[in-house]
């Protein structure tokens, strides 16, 4: 695996393989990787010739400054996982060379009401961050085909959306969750948490599997509040737990019956001994 921490060397190592008609797959992350990550590097080893994975803690997306401070990086760690599942390429920069003008913004991007709802009320600012971002990877990455994780399914309809605003071909790649044998949903931000508060946490999917068996048969609102107090009774701040759908156009709905389809049920709740906000997602 090829290592790089610059973008000119990345683009150079690029380019000579794009000249070599190789199609690259593309698979941003910001480290602490798990299982999860690996599923979306085996995905694109499966559709791509060369394997591109990026490792790169992005401020501008942490709303919570605090966040950004106690976000994990296990980078030995990662290159190793990376270098066993045949990855082709890491790119590995630093904050100053990814924003050498400092972290203002330059653009803002137009994401409509998927900013304002769920995720985006939540964490003001976070998908300008996100866009900010994986608009530079693109650019330097170039990739044929990009692959992101469901469990962030707001943040793949705001990818979808960047990738229309910026005139994109890459075709984006959305891979199930990655569970954990008890269901809880991999990510790296388990790592912040203890036996206990891991064992706590399985409380997000337990709600969301309630209400997957039982929506054809009890009124969402009921679901909802059960499943609220629930993880408040649990230890948690619940920012929401709400029933969705997605249009063709890629924005999000709360619909009034199950029968739109298709149809999540999605949860976003801060654990409060250990200060970790996890999200979670299912399709019904």
């Known amino acids: 695996m090829y290592l790089f921490k610059r973008k000119d060397e990345l683009e150079r190592h690029l380019t000579t393989a794009r000249n070599e008609g190789k199609h690259i797959g593309f698979v941003p992350t910001m480290g602490a990787l798990h ?7 085996n995905a694109a080893k499966e559709n791509s010739d060369l394997v591109v994975c990026s490792i790169f803690v992005n401020p501008t997306q942490f709303n919570d400054p605090k966040d950004f401070e106690k976000y994990p990086v296990t980078i030995d760690q990662d290159v190793l996982m990376l270098t066993e599942a045949g990855c082709d390429v890491l790119f590995l920069p630093s904050v100053q060379e990814m924003y050498p003008d400092g972290l203002t913004a330059k653009m803002h991007y137009d994401f409509g009401t998927l900013e304002t709802v769920l ?16 608009h530079q990877l693109l650019n330097l990455v170039l990739p044929d085909k990009l692959f992101m994780g469901q469990k962030d399914l707001q943040q793949c309809l705001i990818i979808n959306r960047l990738l229309k605003i910026i005139d994109s071909h890459v075709e984006l790649v959305i891979c199930p969750t990655q569970r954990e044998n008890d269901g809880l949903a991999m990510s ?4 912040r948490l203890n036996p206990a508060e891991r064992v706590n946490a399985l409380h997000l999917y337990q709600g969301l599997s309630y209400i997957k068996h039982h929506y054809r048969k009890e009124p969402f609102s009921e679901l909802k509040e059960k499943a609220v107090n629930d993880l408040k009774a649990s230890g948690f701040e619940v920012d929401y737990v709400e029933l969705i759908s997605i249009l063709e156009d890629g924005s999000v709905i709360f619909p009034e019956n199950a029968a739109t389809t298709p149809l999540y049920a999605v949860v976003a709740a801060k654990e409060v001994s250990s200060g970790v906000r996890l999200i979670d997602n299912i399709l019904l």
Do not use: D
């Open 35 to 41: 299982r999860g990550h690996i599923s979306l590097i």
């Open 119 to 134: 995720e985006g009320a939540a964490r003001p600012g976070h998908f300008q961050g996100v866009g900010q971002v994986v």
């Open 188 to 191: 790296s931000r388990n790592l």
